[in-house]
Protein backbone atom coordinates (compact mmCIF):
# COMPACT_ATOMS: atom_id res chain seq x y z
CA UNK A 1 0.00 0.00 0.00
CA UNK A 2 2.26 2.70 -1.29
CA UNK A 3 1.72 5.97 -3.16
CA UNK A 4 0.78 6.34 -7.04
CA UNK A 5 4.39 8.13 -6.89
CA UNK A 6 6.15 4.61 -5.50
CA UNK A 7 3.81 2.28 -7.32
CA UNK A 8 5.40 4.04 -10.59
CA UNK A 9 8.75 3.83 -9.08
CA UNK A 10 7.93 0.27 -8.65
CA UNK A 11 6.30 -1.23 -11.70
CA UNK A 12 9.30 0.79 -13.81
CA UNK A 13 11.97 -0.98 -12.15
CA UNK A 14 9.93 -4.34 -12.64
CA UNK A 15 9.79 -3.69 -16.46
CA UNK A 16 13.10 -2.49 -16.56
CA UNK A 17 14.16 -5.17 -15.56
CA UNK A 18 11.95 -7.64 -17.28
CA UNK A 19 13.06 -5.77 -20.31
CA UNK A 20 17.04 -6.89 -19.44
CA UNK A 21 16.09 -10.51 -18.34
CA UNK A 22 13.95 -11.02 -21.69
CA UNK A 23 16.16 -9.46 -23.96
CA UNK A 24 19.72 -10.74 -23.45
CA UNK A 25 21.07 -10.32 -27.04
CA UNK A 26 19.17 -8.01 -29.17
CA UNK A 27 18.61 -4.85 -27.75
CA UNK A 28 15.69 -3.22 -28.16
CA UNK A 29 14.47 0.35 -28.09
CA UNK A 30 12.34 0.92 -25.30
CA UNK A 31 9.44 3.92 -25.45
CA UNK A 32 8.30 5.25 -22.21
CA UNK A 33 5.12 7.65 -22.17
CA UNK A 34 5.32 9.86 -19.82
CA UNK A 35 5.55 7.46 -16.78
CA UNK A 36 6.84 9.65 -14.40
CA UNK A 37 3.96 11.75 -14.23
CA UNK A 38 3.11 11.24 -10.67
CA UNK A 39 6.42 11.83 -9.01
CA UNK A 40 7.18 14.95 -6.82
CA UNK A 41 10.71 16.33 -7.86
CA UNK A 42 12.36 14.99 -5.67
CA UNK A 43 11.74 11.51 -6.66
CA UNK A 44 11.92 12.24 -10.21
CA UNK A 45 15.66 13.24 -9.81
CA UNK A 46 15.95 10.07 -8.04
CA UNK A 47 14.43 8.02 -11.03
CA UNK A 48 17.20 9.97 -13.84
CA UNK A 49 20.68 8.33 -12.72
CA UNK A 50 18.50 5.02 -13.00
CA UNK A 51 17.24 5.67 -16.27
CA UNK A 52 20.74 7.49 -17.44
CA UNK A 53 22.51 3.75 -16.31
CA UNK A 54 19.60 2.03 -18.58
CA UNK A 55 19.94 4.22 -21.64
CA UNK A 56 23.52 3.02 -21.73
CA UNK A 57 22.71 -0.55 -22.82
CA UNK A 58 19.30 0.31 -24.44
CA UNK A 59 17.71 2.96 -26.51
CA UNK A 60 15.01 5.01 -24.63
CA UNK A 61 12.73 7.33 -26.08
CA UNK A 62 11.11 9.30 -23.62
CA UNK A 63 7.84 11.23 -24.09
CA UNK A 64 7.08 13.75 -21.43
CA UNK A 65 4.50 16.55 -21.58
CA UNK A 66 6.18 18.67 -18.46
CA UNK A 67 9.47 20.71 -18.98
CA UNK A 68 10.50 19.54 -15.43
CA UNK A 69 11.17 15.80 -17.01
CA UNK A 70 13.87 16.62 -19.30
CA UNK A 71 17.31 14.93 -18.74
Not at 10 to 37: A, G, H, T
Amino acid sequence: YSSQCYQDILSFCMRMYLIKEVFKQEKPFVILDDIFVNLDDENLEKIKPILIEFSKEFQIIYICCNSRCSM
